[in-house]
């Protein structure tokens, strides 16, 4: 699937290798119903999640242990649970491309990585937005934890990207 036009930028970015590999999985969505995408249970099936059978599982966190896993970075321990990503990596000073950012949410939390932000609302790739791998508007006031692992150094096109606030912001990522 093709991102949207404001976002096409971010095909020709050449790093961070999260960003790049959540890219891959723009568009993948959850089935309707009774059925399931066999995409989704791949990943729970590739990570080693016996127990993940079903797509209407809340799969944020799963997609985000995907991407890191295709990406050479470490898991989050209980990576299904969107708050573990809060202990992920080390704590970053201002979001920036690629970020783990976690929010919280009625219910749960959500995570996903930053592409950029507005004022008022961080712009996020993320799986189970709206029952896909999509970019959302998410409030900054519910973000809880920015986080990055590098191994060998930040990319040097990790930056703050200011967007336009093009969008109905997200509420509820669930």
Request: glycine fraction near 10%.
């Amino acid at each position: 699937m093709q991102l949207p036009k404001s976002y096409a930028w971010l095909a020709a970015e050449p790093a961070p290798k999260m960003l790049l590999e959540a890219l891959k999985l723009y568009g993948t969505q959850e089935r309707q119903g009774s059925g399931n995408n066999p995409v989704i249970l791949e990943w729970a099936k590739e990570l080693g999640l016996r127990d993940y059978d079903h797509d209407a599982i809340p799969w944020c966190g799963l997609f985000m242990a995907i991407i890191a896993k295709h990406a050479g970075k470490p898991v989050a321990t209980s990576p299904l649970w969107a708050r573990s990503w809060a202990d992920w990596g080390t704590k970053s000073p201002k979001a920036a491309l690629g970020d783990i950012l976690v929010f919280s949410r009625n219910g749960g939390g959500h995570v996903a990585l930053y592409v950029g932000e507005d004022d008022n609302y961080y712009h996020c790739l993320g799986g189970n937005q709206g029952d896909a791998v999509s970019i959302v508007r998410i409030s900054k006031e519910r973000c809880i934890a920015v986080r990055r692992f590098y191994s060998v150094g930040v990319p040097a096109n990790v930056r703050s990207v200011k967007l336009a606030a093009n969008g109905t912001p997200s509420t509820n990522e669930a």
